[in-house]
């Protein structure tokens, strides 16, 4: 691969490397991907919210459901580049009644061989 370049690998599905390893930030849950008030996330929480119910509060139980989804679930292996290589995930979210379809962004550092949760969004509501 040329320095610089990256290598897209589009419905490549593999399973997350390492991914009992798989490391989540709460932090990066509860202030930006469910923080209604972050200029960036805020989208993210609304649809998390109207969608699943979920705020902030909810950072744990999204956290567990990453993780949980990382191990079982395959992934889309996106791109790959000198830094890193990043996978997309999609899940399936259920909490109560309401169930919706989740996708997640994950990388693998040059140098690491477990996965890092980047971000996660709804793409719909599931029936």
Same mark, same amino acid.
């Given at each position: ?40 996330? !805020?989208?993210? *929480? =609304?649809?998390? %919210? ?9 950072? @744990?139980?999204?956290? $567990? ?28 979210? !259920?909490?109560? *009644? =309401?169930?919706? %379809? ?9 140098? @690491?061989?477990?996965? $890092? ?11």
């Amino acid at each position: 691969m040329v320095a610089g370049m990256a290598r897209s690998y589009y419905n490549h599905r593999v399973k997350l490397p390492n991914a009992s390893r798989a490391f989540v930030d709460i932090d990066k849950l509860a202030g930006y991907c469910l923080n209604r008030r972050h200029p960036e996330g !805020r989208h993210k *929480a =609304r649809g998390f %919210l109207s969608t699943l119910g979920m705020s902030a509060k909810d950072a @744990e139980f999204l956290k $567990r459901a990453l993780l949980a989804a990382a191990e079982a679930e395959e992934a889309s292996q996106a791109t790959e580049d000198e830094y890193r290589r990043r996978y997309t995930l999609d899940f399936v979210l !259920r909490r109560a *009644a =309401r169930t919706a %379809l989740i996708r997640s962004a994950w990388i693998v550092r040059r140098g @690491e061989d477990y996965p $890092r949760f980047v971000t996660c969004y709804v793409v719909k509501e599931s029936r």
